[in-house]
């Protein structure tokens, strides 16, 4: 059995990736670690877990012993000293924060504020989005997860880029996210009366998701891309849609439904719709699935592409599991086949 | 004293439309019609105004007696036949559905199907939006109350349009609804549990409202224009948010900014909002209330304009109202000053 | 026009006052306090009210200053300095808060923790249930308004106790309340991804509004009444619907029906419904309405009572605007004939 | 591999049982039937289940066919005959509806409106509810699976009856379950609109569910009980929470507490809380459990108990599923050991 280890677990991520190594067959739970709560037992703070993870958290100090893997879900600028001791251990270091997603570290200054430290690491680092750039997570020892609204965006338009069914020029990228993704901290925006009956963007034209969603559109198409991306917050729990405005390229719908089945056969994991469906994050929540819909504005000329993840899964914890599973040669999908529940 | 009647009083916009006459201190309502609660009283059918509007409902053939002016609220293709009754018995006539606000009949056809039988009344049909094309409102005899996405997004553009802020090619309408939108008559789609923590498109690039949209912002423009609209349904009760992008002309933020408030400067229903703040529908519910954010995506060059409306008042009812204070001389706020719940 | 002014206006209650009084014919705001946002305009703090209200909040020494009657919001124990000003100046006082809503100081030293220090002020407080204990409130000068759960079951059960129709030994009462019940603090229960989707009982019988339950109960029935009080957080903003099962006393349940409409005859905020209809909190919504169902249990010999309130207008601000009408000799109704959306 | 079949597999507990059934690893689904849908496949009904069930839906005269067990779920009247087709073909029947859940057939005829037509099925019928009842169950030919409100308040009440913590006379049963409980079928109340922000009892002190109900507590205790029962609905999608209140015998709160531990003792899916904390149907959602809460209203003389399910699992598909496992002589909690989400 490999041992998993969790740092923050009492976050969101953190909870979740319980929940679903719990029910891991090839994974047992070691060190669960959390400044706020050290000494509690999880289950004092998410008493849906009591019976399941009654696991007492421990502090940062013991998190990588007797431990094979470890998630680390931190603010942005304090994973490197995590990963330096990983690192060192021979302990798989799989990062669901920022700290090692962009490869380009003047992105990461520009929008995170501060430089890399340790620049070794970075030389190691795997993006750690399997369907699309797969090839280095087996055996990688640094694995950057990616950000939630990248995970949906990059797999929404990767067969449009790669096939050049869309342009490059002027997407635009209207989010919609479940309030889990503000995380467990309290704020008024997050306050049930203010969020309930509520909806607006956020952080529009600047949250830092953008120089992911970039890097990866980047790496699609072979081209710089510049995009426009709004969030926006939904008054639900869980859940992310992405509606994609790209320039049609000119291919007829089906042709390019066509090649989207083609490009994601043999990725459990992503599943194309059929023409005439949309794309709805109530048919993912709970899963590591990614429904993705196909639509032609055939008048002013967009391809428009609608993708649906749950946030908490594919979006952090689930594809942080899946990321696991390549690095250490475990089946891809191994703990990962939860049914979405279909209410 | 006004004496109103409402044609379609069980619908959603016809109770609205009740909740805000009781209130309007210059009218008095007569007559309420349904088609399928005749003779019931109305606050059989919500009783939420139990006390209030205790008024027995009547057929077809007697709404438009003892009345000044006729609200009616049918399926589009059915308002012609009571609009000719009206304009014969000197009735204001405002309809909120679909079949008086597009001027070129090609669009009727091509959208709703069917052609303008009696043209008459087309050739002086005015389209009721007072903020922007309010001058042939006062005196007129058959006024088509905009569509709810309509007033978001017209409201929404019109100074960048009228002052070339933004440009016209390639606009780009993320719109999103709450579920009154949708009507009272029953789906699956609106099935509460299908309906709640669910999130998803509809109509993609092929709603109703894109050629109302087009034709607004063609006048305003001075352009033929195209958009890409797509509609969400939100899991909410009331109000849109439109998410607009434009091409970004080059003005400095601050300077589209001080265009609005001047274009806007004196018209109650809009508030622009400082920079730095987003538009959230939660801010209009009940009210007729139209919030605008600006905002400047400068790496990718678009201007995203905000536009947050209640659907069912400034949206439908309430800006049926507007256009009967106007029509009829009244003062352009009466009985509209209702503050919306902060919470 | 009276001059009212509000200590705590960035609060729930406050705000919900700003709302309603805005709209009142006799009444202008004068001084709005807040201890957090001294010196922001309220509109900043709740943007909902831009250009409605942009008042700027001042400290509590001047919120007493071109006042006729304050409306005071302050956490239990803070009440009588202002009251004691208050008295003093000729300004009349009503509190949203429950330090003049026990009549006997053991209730409120046993409930509340402390004594109370000005016992004169208490001498002349006058508990401000107009339908119920109206007599006092004419002239009154400090006025004790009642606490929302307090409210909503003395309504239901007064005809029932009053007249006899129901037992007084072993009644429970199983009230449910929106979130605005909670205010405006952040609390990880009413963080929105944990109050969402979620249901359950809070401070099972140990809230403190039991001993004014009891209170009102022992004056209806003029016995000492100990009743069973659960109350429970429902994931939507506003209302309460309290359940009330007290034995039944033989009754047709036809006759009390007949004796709830005729106690209520002429208390235009409460309503009693037909019976076989179940009162919702839906229909009250930002409403000054109660609204009151009864059901009967023959098998068990219960008498079921079901009452609905807006938690913040019936069990808050709207009932404060009541008490100050009648306190000044205004009509009862002044300012508060809002109707609530059916929808 | 066990295979089994589900008669109404695209109701909402249908669907459950779907979902559970997929991973469940000594079993594989066979037929699936739909009176609505048959011909199409179940994903095209439920999206949720693309890829996972496509199964192609069949109508009610092959959903036998090769099949160990046939999960049932049908409006009551109509099991009879199904039941009867599987018993005579050794096929095992459990029945989610209401069919075979009375011993009584008088309370049948009472509160179903028809008297049992083949009586024979009747008397082999076993009521599922294992953890009080479980006895019977292995080897058992027809199942009737336990209503969702009698699950909550059976497992909430039975240490109290069983050992005399709690009287049996006036005991009040306060129910709150979610949306999903009403099934699949369009009604006004669950129109997204009129249900949202909405909180209402229904079918007071004349549901179904009260003579089941007093059966089991009739079992449990000994005696004849009759129940005050009142169900409410929540604007929420799933789980119960029924608050009940019974006479309290006069035991320590942390007696009662240690037996409820003992008699649940080994009984995995039922968690009895530390003292201090309430039961919350959020912490129990998608799984399993019923969670107990345990409270004292010592002034009133009340054991307060608070019990919460997941009405489409505990209350339906899982315990069907974990009746099937006794049954056929599988680990009792195969299958159905899914983590709640946490949030």
Known sequence: MIRASIMGATGYAGVELVRLLTAHPEVRLSRLSSVSFEGKALSEVYPALRGICDTVLVGEEDVTEETDVLFCSLPAGHAEKMARRCVDKGVLFIDLGADFRLDDEADYIEWYGGAYQD?????VQVYGLPELFGERIPGAKIIGNPGCYPTSVALGLAPALREGLAG???????????VTGAGRGLTQTTHFPDCNEAFSPYKIACHRHTPEIEQSLGRLSGKEVRV?????????????????????????????????????????????LPLGEAANLKNVRCSNYCDISLHLDRRAGKLIIVSAIDNMVKGAAGQAIQNMNLALGLPETAGLMMVPPAI
Chains 1, 2, 3, 4 share one sequence.
Do not use: M
Request: avoid cysteine; hydrophobic fraction near 45%.
């Open 228 to 272: 426009t991306f709004v969030p926006h917050l939904l008054p639900l729990n869980r859940g992310i849609v992405s509606t994609i405005y790209a320039p049609w390229a000119g291919a007829p719908l089906e042709e390019i439904h066509a090649r989207y089945w083609a490009f994601y056969q043999g990725k459990t994991f992503v599943r194309v």
């Open 119 to 123: 620049k070794e690491l970075h030389a």
């Open 168 to 178: 490059t020029q002027g997407i635009v990228i209207d989010s919609k996210s479940g």
